[in-house]
């Protein structure tokens, strides 16, 4: 096992990394080959086009890396049940949008990888309250 310098932690539009900011400079600094991570992680996600993707990018003393591609953004994928652009600037206040409980459940299906959590009622609630924190009412 190599030695682990750092771990980079970037949310990408699958299929559109480039070296421009905030990929170059993020990777530049710990000397790691740019161009070749942006090749990799183009081609790992090219099937996702135009989804956020967050990336963990583990690099190692002898600036070779390896990255774990995660599933979308909650907020994501909320944004597209309830068909909007962005949450509200006033959630509590202000609602943009509904989303279902089945929707919640099917996000929540999506997302469990990547939960801290193994049971799907837990999961469906964090997914809730991200939604409430979005301005999205939750629907029965």
């Known amino acids: 096992m190599k030695p682990i310098k750092t771990i980079i932690k970037l949310q990408i539009p699958a299929g559109q990394a480039n070296p421009a900011p905030p990929i170059g400079p993020a990777l530049g600094q710990h000397g790691l080959n740019i161009q070749d991570f942006c090749l990799k992680f183009n081609e790992a996600t090219k099937q996702k086009a135009g989804e956020i993707t967050p990336v963990e990018i583990t690099v190692y003393t002898d600036r070779t890396f390896d990255f774990i591609l995660k599933t979308s953004?909650?907020?994501?994928?909320?944004?597209?049940?309830?068909?909007?652009?962005?949450?509200?600037?006033?959630?509590?206040?202000?609602?943009?949008?509904?989303?279902?409980?089945?929707?919640?459940?099917?996000?929540?299906?999506?997302?469990?990888?990547?939960?801290?959590?193994?049971?799907?009622?837990?999961?469906?609630?964090?997914?809730?309250?991200?939604?409430?924190?979005?301005?999205?009412?939750?629907?029965?």
């Open 73 to 140: 953004p909650a907020s994501e994928f909320l944004k597209k049940a309830a068909n909007i652009k962005k949450g509200s600037d006033q959630p509590h206040k202000n609602k943009v949008g509904k989303v279902t409980k089945e929707q919640i459940r099917q996000i929540a299906k999506t997302k469990m990888t990547d939960l801290n959590t193994d049971n799907l009622e837990a999961a469906m609630k964090i997914i809730e309250g991200t939604a409430r924190q979005m301005g999205l009412t939750v629907e029965s």
